[in-house]
């Protein structure tokens, strides 16, 4: 069975720790991205999501936010599964959805990606 909890790294290089996981499924920790909007120097960012609750079998799916506050403003959404390659290997695959504050109404259609 997969465990979220632990430090997980992305194709991009990304690192993110989920150093929390309670019996309940919700769980936190952090993410430090490789990648940014604004350019500058990433920051560590909290994390705080859920995972399914599944039996002793089934690979959990999860959901979690990530807050960008310390150098861009924006958050980000992912939502993903748990899977155990046939090496072994724990493997998170995810999509996410970033929303970057605009500046008015009118700007909207540009603010999502």
């Known amino acids: 069975q997969c465990q979220l909890n632990g ?52 690979w959990p799916t999860f959901a979690f936010t990530v807050r960008w506050d310390k150098f861009s403003n924006a958050t980000t959404a992912f939502v993903g599964q748990c899977f155990v390659d046939a090496g072994g290997k724990e493997m998170l695959t995810t999509m996410w959805l970033l929303r970057e504050a605009v500046g008015s109404l009118e700007e909207d259609w540009k603010a999502t990606r």
């Open 7 to 58: 430090l997980w790294r992305n194709d991009q290089g990304s690192l993110m720790e989920i150093s929390v996981l309670r019996d309940n499924g919700d769980f936190q920790g952090q993410y430090l991205t490789r990648v940014t909007l604004s350019g500058v120097c990433a920051q560590v960012s909290p994390l705080k999501g859920a995972q399914q609750q599944l039996g002793e079998e089934g």
